[in-house]
């Protein structure tokens, strides 16, 4: 488009810093948003916007705020016809997009012709909400009544605003500050509705927490549970490890949007296991799924007798005076090994 970054419109350097200390507020994600609007506003007077993150896995915007727009267009921008359309258009992009500077004529735009001008728009700008570190994670689009509103200037202010903005409404960066609240977290990753996971910025990640990990079906296995929430442990044996055994916690973040983040998995070391060895930590794991110790011998290969003297040293270990108690106790404190993660054929 040829915009020159040093022309900006007047109060820009004041709403930009406004804007910064905006995105770093105490909030949730939608009153980040909420509240940028308002320095925004004072310098492109526009009469309708939203703030949108993307969900890739179902392809469409979820809203965090949207204003100025009737039933109808707030219907269409939730739909994956408007997904499709924003990333054809080059709406995603970093460069902010006036509708007079689309690849495409407006009358070859079926939205713009029988949405936003039969409702009064006679202009709009769009610019991909993209992280410092290069994620896409939403979208920004204004609309207006007069050209005169979207000016070179305030193209190149929006230009500048976008990474702050896209920093207030980052969904991970919240997950983040989730994350670091496991002790003795050493890696952390995002679990996401179709199974995938995301790396979390600034945590490393782990060999257990890569998609194709036996331990990912596990936590599947947990999710939805009232509360959202489960610990347990995981055989590792490649350092840093200790005990041949790490802990997975996992935090549930299903509710606010992007609905396609679905959890939180850390690993942490494994705590006190009250020398529990791996054996009796899968033995607890069947008991937490619901198993009998005959079912266990079966399952195992093993005499019955044989696990009811695991099951007697497991009450021992843990202080407790009946196996109703220990499954407790190892379901509350992740005190064991879940099934799909047992070797199943220790003794």
Same mark, same amino acid.
């Given at each position: ?93 970093? !460069?902010? +997009? ?6 495409? =004529? $407006?009358?070859?735009? #079926? @939205?713009?012709?029988? /949405? ?72 952390? !990753?995002? +679990? ?6 995301? =790396? $979390?910025?600034?945590? #490393? @990640?782990?060999?257990? /927490? ?138």
């Amino acid at each position: 488009m040829g915009l020159e970054v040093f022309d900006l419109p007047p109060r820009a350097a004041e709403v930009a810093v406004e804007v910064t200390a905006l995105a770093n507020l105490p909030a949730s994600l939608a009153e980040r948003a909420e509240a940028i609007l308002h320095p925004l506003r004072q310098v492109i007077p526009f009469q309708a916007v939203r703030i949108a993150l993307l969900d890739p896995e179902l392809r469409r915007h979820e809203p965090l705020t949207c204003h100025g727009h009737n039933d109808r267009i707030r219907e269409y921008m939730t739909t994956p016809q408007d997904y499709d359309e924003v990333e054809r258009l080059g709406l995603r992009g970093t !460069t902010p +997009l006036r509708i007079r500077d689309l690849p495409v =004529p $407006l009358q070859e735009i #079926p @939205t713009w012709m029988e /949405l936003f001008r039969p409702a009064g728009f006679r202009d709009g700008l769009g610019v991909g909400l993209v992280t410092h570190d290069g994620r896409p994670i939403g979208f920004l689009g204004l609309n207006t009544d007069t050209p005169a509103h979207l000016s070179p200037a305030a193209c190149n202010l929006m230009r500048l605003l976008a990474p702050t903005i896209a920093h207030a409404v980052d969904p991970l960066r919240s997950l983040t500050v989730l994350a670091r609240i496991v002790q003795r977290m050493t890696a952390a !990753t995002v +679990l996401t509705t179709s199974g995938g996971t995301l =790396p $979390l910025p600034g945590l #490393p @990640t782990h060999p257990l /927490l890569e998609a194709t990990s036996v331990v990912l079906p596990a936590v599947i296995a947990h999710l939805g549970r009232t509360p959202d929430y489960a610990t347990f442990l995981a055989p590792y044996d490649r350092p840093p490890t200790e005990a041949g055994h790490v802990r997975i916690t996992l935090l549930g973040c299903d509710g606010p949007p992007p609905r396609h983040l679905r959890a939180v998995v850390a690993v942490s070391a494994p705590g006190d296991l009250h020398e529990l060895t791996g054996t009796e930590l899968e033995i607890l794991g069947a008991l937490v799924n619901g198993a009998t110790a005959a079912s266990i011998a079966v399952a195992r290969g093993i005499p019955v007798k044989n696990v009811d003297g695991h099951l007697e040293r497991i009450r021992f270990k843990l202080t407790v005076a009946d196996q109703a108690t220990a499954v407790l106790r190892a379901a509350r404190e992740g005190l064991y090994i879940p099934a799909g993660l047992a070797a199943g054929s220790r003794s």
